[in-house]
């Protein structure tokens, strides 16, 4: 008999019913490991999660969902004192095709800060990038930055663990006059665990 402990990760456990009588665990790195019911003594989960892995667009009335996908994993790979983060939604899609795949770039400089306004983000900081949202903190003249919206980014160094939490709504003034340009479509993200390095 084996011992499975989950220690600090969400994990998503289907316990299978078939012939097979199988048990998966896949956590929210990506790693995930299947094996007999009949080796399994016990599954003890030492944390508790509150939220869920998961991407929200909703349409500007807040009502119709465009994407409401949880958010199986996340790769991260370091460029230029920022880093970047692919929120992968489905194990098929490219990791560079910001069409269905998010990415969001950070600068560490913006962790552990608590809720940032983003209205007020310093040049430089962060950006998304997924299907017709392209939002971007104030780097230049022609960069859409959003007139309304939050982002809180935990990072715990000692475990590697991350927390990112951003609604924001598609909004951004004209860069061309007056006037507020956008879709208005509402985007909620929420993204715990350790990514894989890409």
Not at 46 to 68: E, H, I, R
Not at 149 to 163: I, K, Q, R, S
Not at 176 to 188: A, D, K, P
Request: hydrophobic fraction near 35%; proline fraction near 4%; charge should be negative.
């Amino acid at each position: 008999m084996k011992q499975y402990i989950l220690f600090g990760v969400m994990a998503l456990m289907t316990l299978g019913a078939s012939a097979q009588n199988k048990m998966t665990v896949v956590k929210t790195n990506g790693e995930s490991d299947t094996f007999s019911m009949a080796d399994v003594k016990s599954v003890t989960f030492q944390s508790v999660v509150v939220q869920n892995n998961q991407l929200q667009v909703l349409d500007a009335d807040g009502k119709t969902a465009k994407w409401d996908k949880p958010i199986l994993y996340a790769k991260m790979k370091e460029y230029k004192g920022m880093e970047k983060f692919y929120l992968v939604l489905d194990e098929s899609s490219s990791l560079t095709d910001q069409l269905v795949t998010p990415l969001l770039t950070l600068r560490p400089s913006i962790y552990n800060q608590g809720e940032c306004d983003l209205t007020k983000m310093e040049a430089n900081t962060w950006s998304i990038d997924f299907a017709s949202v392209q939002l971007y903190s104030p780097d230049n003249e022609y960069m859409p930055v959003p007139n309304n919206g939050t982002l809180t980014v935990n990072h715990d160094a000692g475990t590697g663990e991350y927390e990112i939490k951003l609604h924001v709504q598609n909004y951004y003034p004209s860069a061309w006059g007056e006037g507020v340009n956008g879709s208005g479509e509402i985007i909620t993200l929420y993204y715990k665990g350790i990514p894989q390095a890409y």
